[in-house]
């Protein structure tokens, strides 16, 4: 039962990593380097003002910052006090199995 518990937190836990990994990737930062766009062109696509850039462009920005709030929104509830509260493990042994899972190369699909 313990062993259960603190597997399903570490299961979690790189659960959420895996998601705060994808949403590195959908800053205004990294989707300004993507667009090849300035930070001005990307404050005026997050604050739905018209911009110079392709529509297309303005599009796939649109998407990706869609994306970005629906990953978010997944974390919520899932920090690493939360999750060892909701599983009642203790963050010295699921680290441990975090740490083997991510040798082995498994993970969670939340």
């Not at 895996?18 to 404050?43: G, P, W």
């Amino acid at each position: 039962m313990i062993h259960e518990r603190h597997m399903k937190a570490a299961e979690e836990i790189l659960w959420t990593r895996k998601i705060q990994k994808e949403l590195a990737q959908l800053t205004n930062v990294s989707l300004e380097d993507k667009f090849e766009c300035s930070r001005y062109h990307m404050y005026r696509i997050t604050c739905g003002l018209e911009s110079t850039l392709p529509a297309d462009d303005v599009s796939l920005i649109n998407a990706c910052l869609a994306e970005r709030d629906r990953l978010k929104a997944l974390l919520i509830g899932h920090s690493q006090k939360e999750i060892f509260r909701r599983h009642g493990a203790s963050y010295e042994t699921v680290i441990r199995y975090v740490e083997d899972f991510a040798e082995c190369g498994a993970g969670h699909e939340h």
